[in-house]
């Protein structure tokens, strides 16, 4: 290959990544020192095209985290660019002077490989640019029986997997809305219902959640929440009732770049609102000890 930037004693190097990424990651379409986007300055060592329609980046270094590299990392996140990024070193090296650099690549998103002539060991694979711009979550704001599932699926999310990260709280806002609706049949804070019906006739166990939240939103007693408690009210269980649709969407492999991108985008946009609305729902609940 020809480079024109790279230092000459890590074009070996270079050579190395590039037929490990071929050979094992099945990567095609690979460029040298080129920009992935006109609007992106910086040139990576090596790009390719993966199989699942992700941008492959590799920077090839022995000299460290650059503030140069650190810019396209957030160049990538703004753009929403389905990008996985890696930095390449030479196997063998003296990882005590990488330290550093792997933390702050960690830290980013960023994977590193170790490559020689006899191939390459990822150290570990880096996630998605296109879905590191996330909010992340702040378990701390969740009781303590939420927390993990929440970096569970945080982890899911930002690991390349964002319809099943998505899922995950979804699962969680159903399983409280359905505690909900149970603690509220129990203690009887239904509205005077017609006739001599005394309860709403639905299963809150096994029922279908969009038909728990309308029974509940409808029928609820909101005058019947002590005083000086958080709000269960009308809105909040609309805005639950909102994001049902996506609960039992399955996630199609998408066909092309484009439709990568525009995926991503949604589902960053969904995930937040997902997490925001559960907040929403414990704190609204609390009164209910569910």
């Not at 150290?123 to 970096?151: D, H, I």
């Not at 609820?220 to 649709?245: C, D, M, W």
């Amino acid at each position: 290959m020809n480079y024109r930037i790279l230092p000459p004693h890590l074009h070996s190097t270079a050579d190395a990544a590039i037929r490990f990424f071929r050979n094992n990651e099945g990567v095609t379409g690979v460029q040298i020192e080129t920009s992935i986007d006109n609007d992106i300055r910086f040139r990576p060592t090596i790009i390719g095209k993966m199989r699942d329609h992700h941008m492959l980046s590799v920077e090839v270094t022995d000299s460290g985290y650059t503030s140069a590299l650190d810019e396209f990392v957030l160049d990538c996140e703004r753009r929403g660019l389905p990008v996985r990024l890696y930095i390449a070193i030479p196997r063998g090296a003296d990882l005590a002077e990488f330290q550093h650099m792997v933390k702050r690549a960690q830290n980013r998103g960023v994977g590193v490989v170790e490559v020689d002539e006899r191939g390459g060991n990822v150290m570990f694979r880096p996630l998605s640019l296109s879905l590191t711009g996330v909010r992340r979550v702040n378990v701390q704001r969740f009781p303590m029986k939420y927390r993990q599932a929440l970096s569970e699926a945080q982890q899911t999310f930002l690991g390349g997997d964002p319809v099943k990260g998505c899922g995950c709280i979804y699962d969680e806002l159903e399983s409280l809305s359905r505690r909900i609706a149970q603690r509220v049949d129990q203690r009887g804070l239904w509205k005077r219902l017609k006739g001599a019906q005394r309860r709403p006739k639905v299963n809150f166990e096994i029922g279908p959640w969009q038909r728990v939240l309308t029974v509940l939103r409808e029928h609820f007693a909101y005058s019947k929440i002590p005083p000086g408690q958080a709000r269960l009210n009308e809105t909040l269980l609309a805005q639950v009732i909102g994001l049902t649709p996506y609960r039992n969407e399955s996630g199609h492999k998408p066909r092309r770049l484009s439709d990568l991108i525009s995926r991503d985008r949604q589902l960053r946009t969904r995930f937040e609102h997902a997490v925001d609305t559960l907040e929403s729902l414990v704190k609204a609940s609390k009164f209910l000890r569910v």
